[in-house]
Each structure stands twice: as C-alpha cells, then as structure tokens.
C-alpha cells in the first residue's frame, strides 16, 4: 500500500526570478564605436557620366524592346487565330445553309411527285378513256388503216 507523503514543517522556497534592474544589478559600459573617416566620392568627368548614362539607356532599352516586340506579335498571333476560326465558323455556317436549301429542294420535289402520282392514279381510267373516245368520234381501226412494216 502506499503511504500518504508527510508534511514537513519547514518549507523550503526556489530562490526567484528578478527580471527587472535594480540598484544592485551591473550595468556594463557601452564600448566607443570607431569612426570611419567618410570617404568623398570621386568626382566624374563629363566623358565618363555621359558613357554611363548612354550604358545605362541601351542595358533598359533591350529589355524593353524585346517585350514590346514580343508582346506586339502575341497580339499579332491572336488576332489572326481568332480571325481564322471565324472565318471556319462562317464557311460551316455557310455550308450548313446550302445544305438545308438542298433538302428544303428535295422535299418540295417529293410532294410534287407524290401529288402528280395522285393525280396520275385518279386519271387512268379505262372505260372513261373508251366512252371518250367514241363520243369524240374516235373508233378500232379498220382493215384499209392498218399498215404493215416488214
């Protein structure tokens, strides 16, 4: 079994933390900071700032140059890609427009077929084609009007 721990009568404390400077603290000297004697830029002559200025403007005009061009013919190269699909766009269209004429064409033509086969099959008709011709005068050939060929 465990025993309960006994308490003692006299308390020992962990000595505490001081993070704030008091008088008894030791301040350290800050050291002397060392002079540098200032250096006085050298002087350029007239020659010499206008070949830096002259370097200066070719180095950022290349630059500059190359992605004016290269922008111009990406712009270039859209416009004539968006050009050439719409030009595609409208030879189907256009194509699709000559082909429905043609069926619209063929269609027409069907229902004229089926309307003169209509009235082809209603006018056929044998005895009314006998009972017109004899009223017309019309008769059967008679022996002297039938001519033979060899």
Do not use: H, W
């Not at 206008?50 to 403007?57: A, D, F, L, Y």
């Not at 209509?118 to 005895?127: A, E, K, T």
Request: aromatic letters at 6%; one cysteine or more.
């Amino acid at each position: 079994m465990a025993v309960p721990a006994k308490k003692s009568e006299t308390y020992e404390y962990a000595p505490t933390r001081v993070y704030s400077y008091s008088r008894s603290s030791v301040a350290y000297a800050a050291e002397p900071v060392k002079k540098v004697p200032e250096r006085k830029p050298r002087q350029e002559t007239k020659q010499e700032t206008r070949q830096r200025v002259k370097e200066n403007t070719q180095a950022k005009a290349k630059p500059q140059l190359k992605r004016a061009v290269l922008a111009c013919c990406s712009v270039a190269f859209m416009a004539a890609a968006v050009l050439f699909v719409i030009t595609r766009f409208a030879a189907v269209n256009q194509a699709y427009s000559a082909l429905n004429d043609v069926k619209e064409d063929i269609k027409a033509a069907e229902r004229e077929i089926e309307v003169l086969s209509v009235q082809l099959n209603n006018s056929v008709d044998i005895d009314a084609a006998r009972e017109a011709a004899i009223k017309a005068g019309m008769g059967y050939p008679t022996a002297e009007q039938v001519v033979k060929l060899d």
